[in-house]
């Protein structure tokens, strides 16, 4: 006998994946979930700030035979995310999951963060979560009756180092989550979050890029010992979109590879 666990409920369904582009042909946690969705029979429409960035994740998308569309977007604008909600229905006929990626980093204190600077990390790591769910919520009950949101956190919300303003508006999104849940479960629609560690992405690996010695601290961090990739949060959205995943809603997945379960490595001497 089959049971709602023998399929996965992805095949022919349709996704917003924000913040979906990646630098040159690098994978990042929007572009991951982008492409497992689509080798799962989802077709996607990949938004990003920089359309040539989602261009390439639809390229990459396409040269596997899934079907993705690319579209600009500045998720900080209502307009923008109204008009990305429309593209993909107008496009597919209706929506089932949205896959919240924007976000920017941050460094200080309150004493050193300049206001302006917390103000804009506020509205892109959170405002543009609320405003892109605001439209596809009402678009998911009228198209799908139902479906999936994850957003995704950091666990800086869970243990704070040093990026106060960064760890405020990632611990945000998990009360936004959690809140979006229980509002919208009634609508059939489940709504989760994702709190990625340190993962190696063309994000961190901006600039003059990370150094391997940076790379193997990073890695050693890990209880597990190996470093993290785009790929192992694409695994975990797609996961949480899936009907594997019917019964889970509101809560808090950490993918960190055991990173919050201990404490920095201390010197081989206790004092």
Request: aromatic share 4%; with cysteine; charged share 25%.
């Amino acid at each position: 006998m089959r049971g709602p666990e023998d399929d996965a409920g992805l095949a022919g369904k349709v996704a917003i994946v924000s913040g979906g582009g990646a630098a040159g042909d690098g994978i990042g946690n929007g572009r991951a979930a982008a492409i497992l969705l689509a080798r799962a029979g989802t077709k996607v429409v990949v938004s990003d700030l920089d359309k040539k960035l989602a261009t390439r994740t639809v390229e990459m998308i396409k040269a596997e035979g899934g079907t993705a569309v690319a579209e600009a977007c500045d998720a900080t604008n209502e307009a923008d995310c109204k008009r990305l909600v429309d593209a993909a229905v107008d496009r597919w006929g209706r929506l089932d999951f949205l896959d919240n990626n924007v976000g920017i980093g941050s460094r200080g204190s309150v004493v050193e963060e300049k206001p302006e600077e917390y103000r804009r990390v506020m509205q892109v790591n959170v405002e543009t979560m609320f405003l892109l769910s605001k439209h596809a919520i009402p678009a998911m009950i009228k198209t799908a009756k139902g479906g999936s949101i994850v957003n995704i956190s950091s666990i800086s919300a869970l243990r704070p180092r040093g990026l106060t303003t960064y760890s405020a508006s990632k611990a945000a999104v998990i009360g936004l989550s959690q809140a979006m849940a229980v509002d919208h479960g009634k609508d059939h629609i489940r709504v989760n979050c994702i709190c990625p560690g340190p993962m190696y992405t063309p994000m961190v690996n901006r600039g003059n890029g990370m150094s391997e010695a940076n790379r193997t601290q990073r890695a050693q961090a890990s209880v597990l010992k190996i470093e993290g990739t785009g790929w192992d949060i694409g695994h975990a959205v797609r996961f949480l979109m899936s009907a594997h995943a019917r019964y889970i809603t509101g809560q808090v997945l950490v993918v960190d590879g055991g990173v919050t379960l201990q404490g920095p490595a201390r010197e081989s001497q206790d004092h």
